[in-house]
Every structure is written in structure tokens, then in C-alpha cells.
């Protein structure tokens, strides 16, 4: 997905809350946030993708401020809060693929921008619908499919997507795919091992890569091959969604996320902050 007008605030917040939370010297702070912004205005050009701008960004953030993971100390609350919030609504869900595909929707109701509250607010306050729902294909999708990439987003959303995973296990062979290192708040073994989840997870691997979403020109050989090879593609969140949508639609990748940014929802055609399960 590329590059719209509103990328540019939304990355300069990101540049701001990265380098806040990298550094408590001021003056590191300050020099981390400078080298982000540089480095956003020489790659936010027509026709680039955020997320390959985020990540450049986030990696000129470490390098400034000498922490390889600013995010840390959110991921932990994260990954706590989350726990909490998964115990509180899954018995509102019972077994299935359309129950448990729409429990791990919800986890996605997490977002490093929003105040934890509101996080909590929202996953306890309704049931969750989609907008574009193509639930009902998801089950014959897994059934027919004998390797499965289940590719996760955020560090707490572990125990929303835990449900499906086993539910997927029962018919394939499902690979939970995480980030090699940190960036933002996404998930890597180390949340795993900090969530003490590493059994209930099962078979892991990475993308190789430091990039929310997947930059298949950073991505390892392991990751491409294993993607290459994949009957079906779940994937988690709006970075993965903004890296492959631009892939040609043959029904191998399931994307399910919440549109939380308005060029998201405009390529969906769907309504800001709607929930998507989408056959793509």
C-alpha cells in the first residue's frame, strides 16, 4: 500500500513517541527524534510505503539513542493488560473458526498510540463484528491447506490469537511467525518467553526482520521460501495488510485486522476503526 497525504503526521508522532520512550535524557531524546525526522523526509517520496519509512526510522531511533528496544517497557504492561483483558472476554466466545477468528480480531484492539483504558474500554465493551466478512471461508481455507503461516502482530494479542492457532493445528501443520528484533510493539520470542507461552505457541519462526509488516527485500531466506511454500497466509494486523495488498489475489492470504488509520479504511472501503476479515 503507498505512501497518502495523512502518512506524514502520523509518522511524526511516531518519531516523537519512539524517541520519548528510547531514551530519558533529554538531549538524547532530542538528537534521536532529530534522526528520525531526517530520515523521514529524505524517504517519504510519492509512491513509497509507511512501513518501510517506519522502519527506517525506528532503527535510526536505536542507533541515536543506543536501545535496541524503546518499546520495551510498554510491551511489558502490553502483554499483562492483555492477559487480564483475554480472561475477562473469552468466554464469550465459544469453538469455532468464525468465534475464534473474530477473539483474535479483537486483540488488534491494541494500539501503542491509544491509552491502555481505552483498550480496555473497547475489548470489554461489545462483541465484535466485521465489516468485510469473509469468516465463513476461513475454516475450508485452513481444512484444505497443509502448511499454514500464522503471522502475528502485537506483543499482547498472544492470547487472543491462541484459541485459533490450536483450533488451526487440529487440520495443519500452522507456524507462528514473530519479528527476529524489536520494533514498535510488535511480537517477538522474547514476548513469547516473557509471557511464559513458548509451549502453548508451539512451532515459531521469524521474519528475519526488524519491520512491522513484511519487507521482503530485508527478509530473510528462511521467511521468503517459507511464505513461497505456505498452501495459506493468516495475517494479523494493518502492517501486514499496507505489505500485501499490493500481492495478486489468489485466495491464499487472510487478512484480519482493525483499521485504525483513515488510508487503511479508504483502501478497504470500510469506515474508520471497522474490523476486517478479508479472503484476499
Not at 518519531?15 to 534521536?32: I, N, V
Not at 512501513?51 to 510491551?75: C, E, F, L
Not at 465463513?136 to 502475528?152: G, Q
Not at 495443519?172 to 524489536?182: G, L
Amino acid at each position: 500500500m503507498r505512501i497518502s497525504r495523512e502518512c506524514r503526521q502520523c509518522l511524526l508522532k511516531l518519531a516523537a513517541q519512539a524517541s520519548r520512550l528510547a531514551a530519558e535524557d533529554e538531549t538524547l531524546r532530542g538528537a534521536a527524534r532529530q534522526k528520525a525526522e531526517q530520515v523521514l523526509e529524505e524517504k517519504l517520496k510519492p509512491g513509497s510505503v509507511s512501513i518501510v519509512v517506519a522502519s527506517a526510522m525506528h532503527a535510526a531511533v536505536k542507533k541515536a539513542s543506543g536501545n535496541p528496544d524503546p518499546y520495551r517497557s510498554m510491551k511489558d504492561i502490553e502483554i499483562e493488560t492483555a492477559r487480564q483483558l483475554f480472561d475477562s472476554v473469552k468466554s464469550s466466545y465459544k469453538e469455532g473458526f468464525v468465534e475464534y477468528l473474530k477473539l483474535a480480531a479483537l486483540g488488534n484492539a491494541i494500539d501503542f498510540f491509544r491509552p491502555i483504558e481505552e483498550v480496555r474500554q473497547e475489548i470489554n465493551r461489545n462483541r465484535l463484528a466485521f465489516t468485510i466478512d469473509d469468516s465463513s471461508l476461513l475454516e475450508s481455507k485452513v481444512k484444505r491447506s497443509r502448511n499454514i503461516l500464522y503471522l502475528a502482530d502485537n506483543a499482547g494479542e498472544v492470547y487472543f490469537d491462541l484459541p485459533l492457532l490450536k483450533l488451526m493445528r487440529r487440520y495443519s501443520r500452522v507456524v507462528y511467525v514473530v519479528k527476529q528484533d524489536p520494533v514498535q510493539n510488535d511480537i517477538t520470542l522474547e514476548e513469547i518467553k516473557k509471557a511464559g507461552m513458548e509451549k502453548q505457541v508451539g512451532e515459531v519462526m521469524t521474519t528475519g526482520t526488524a519491520t512491522p509488516g513484511i519487507d521482503f527485500s530485508q527478509a530473510s531466506d528462511d521467511f521468503k521460501r517459507a511464505f513461497e511454500d505456505a498452501d495459506f497466509v493468516f495475517a494479523k494486523g494493518m502492517g501486514y495488510y499496507e505489505t500485501l495488498e499490493e500481492l495478486p489475489a489468489e485466495g491464499k492470504i487472510f487478512f484480519c485486522l482493525k483499521a485504525k488509520c483513515s488510508p487503511v479504511a479508504r483502501s478497504l472501503k470500510v469506515l474508520l476503526n471497522s474490523y476486517v476479515a478479508l479472503l484476499h
